[in-house]
């Protein structure tokens, strides 16, 4: 329940942000977070942003992650994967 | 979709669990290293992504009680279901609890007879609700950890800058350290770590865990929840075990910050302070529920007495899949009686519980 998911911050009024989410635009409170700016990714939770993305440190582990996996490019990815 | 595919590498994903078989390999132990997630979001990736199938032999992965959904005991249900009949009431809930049975019945049951039983995706998505409809009385279920509390918060002193009447809430928040301090001083717990929430603590920050190392020696890592997220993190950990050197990393640091989210905090504990709350499979834990502050008691209802226990089927083993005993296949119910579309005890209610989880995706094998 505790799901959060990146998406990018389209427009600001006030305390109410819109993000476009599988190409809906939906409407969040921005009253959790610093100074939210157009552009920013931030995490959604239930309505709310609760967090930007610090985008330096998600830079920082996919340069890992591309060391650890070789470098393979483009990288395949894993599927998620259901018995139904 | 940015930030989702790239930490989902799958030639990283193997790597990262050949370095755990090495790392692993140097553990002087007897028996395996056991990991427990105390996230229900971490519970559903470990299954989708198929991770115990990636992990060497020798690593456990258990699921706690990460679940509010799951943790959420029989008595709330009950009083929601009870103000549904009261005339007038509006009732909102996020969709996850819709079908969670109660003592007797689910909120399904009450729409079914005639109550106004709405799922919501949002707290704000109820006091819109209210807004609309003045004549109603809109309550809000609100349930979940430190990472849906402060959205809750924030609806409240909306509901009241907007001078809306007609929105309470019926708080059911729980926060986790004290139900990890719970779990890790019960004798019979046998762990090696944690993999520490994920959102929970990007309000928190990693900080509140640290008494697990220094107190009880657990290996801590805070991760996120893509398949080379949680790889990385049980690295960290095997790393830890076999340094001897627990204490709580951060693996997400994209979404977490040292210190978390004080301003999301902050408005918490504006509307909110701590109470005793009653969690289902565990019991009663000091500490670790929110109540409505006095301040604010004009938007809330009164919860349950938390020291009611929930009613449990005796032949369900859920107390202690959620303390990692047993694992879901081993309980008599798991595929039989209990199934996600007729759930008997908490863990299989939800699709992050550990029996829903693998039940769907086929973990017992």
């Known amino acids: 329940m505790c799901w959060a998911i990146p998406t990018r911050l389209v427009e600001i009024d006030g305390q109410i942000g819109k993000v476009e989410i599988g190409g809906t635009v939906r409407e969040i409170g921005l009253q959790l977070v610093e100074d939210p700016q157009v552009g920013d990714y931030v995490l959604i939770h239930a309505g709310f942003a609760i967090e930007k993305v610090d985008e330096e440190e998600a830079a920082k582990t996919l340069e890992l992650l591309a060391e650890i996996g070789y470098g393979e490019s483009p990288p395949s990815t894993l599927r998620p994967h259901s018995r139904q | 979709m940015k930030y989702i595919d790239e930490f989902r590498n799958a030639a990283a994903a193997k790597e990262l669990a050949a370095e755990i078989g090495r790392a692993a390999a140097k553990a002087e132990r007897g028996g395996p290293l056991r990991f427990m997630e105390v996230c229900g979001g971490h519970t559903m990736a470990i299954h989708r992504f198929g991770i ?37 009431a509006t ?12 003592a007797a019945e689910t909120l399904e049951d009450a729409a079914a007879r005639g109550a106004d039983v709405r799922v919501v995706y949002s707290a704000r998505d109820a006091l819109k609700l209210a807004e609309d409809n003045p004549e109603r009385e809109v309550v809000f279920l609100a349930i979940g950890f430190e990472t849906t509390a402060p959205g809750t918060a924030a609806t409240v002193l909306e ?84 340094e001897q050197k627990p204490t709580v990393e951060n693996q997400y640091r994209r979404a977490v910050r040292a210190g978390g989210n004080p301003r999301a905090r902050e408005t918490v504990y504006e509307v909110f302070e701590p109470t005793d709350a009653q969690w289902r ?85």
């Open chain 2, 91 to 102: 009732l909102t809930t996020f969709g996850d609890l819709y079908h969670v049975p109660g």
């Open chain 2, 52 to 88: 115990p199938g990636l992990l060497p032999e020798g690593i456990e992965m258990l699921s706690g009680p990460g679940c509010p959904v799951c943790v959420t005991p029989t008595t709330y249900l009950d009083r929601a279901i009870e103000l549904a009949a009261e005339a007038n």
């Open chain 2, 281 to 365: 499979g565990i019991g009663l834990i000091p500490g670790s529920g929110l109540s409505v502050r006095e301040r604010w008691a004009s938007y809330s209802v009164e919860p349950p007495d938390p020291a009611i226990p929930s009613a449990e089927y005796k032949a369900c083993r859920c107390a202690q899949v959620l303390r990692g005993l047993v694992r879901p296949p081993e309980c008599p119910l798991f595929g039989k009686a209990c199934v996600p579309d007729s759930p008997v005890g908490p863990c299989m209610v939800s699709s992050e519980g550990a029996c829903a989880a693998y039940y769907k995706y086929g973990g017992q094998h």
């Open chain 2, 159 to 242: 509901a009241h800058s907007k001078g809306v009447r007609n929105f309470r809430i019926l708080s059911g928040h729980k926060t986790m350290p004290e139900a990890l301090r719970a779990l890790v001083s019960a004798p019979e717990v046998a762990l090696d770590g944690f993999i520490l929430p994920g959102h929970v603590s990007t309000i928190t920050g990693p900080e509140p865990y640290e008494f697990l190392p220094r107190e009880f020696g657990m290996a801590c890592c805070v991760t996120g929840f893509e398949p080379t997220d949680i790889l990385m993190a049980v690295l960290a950990l095997v790393r830890q075990v076999v």
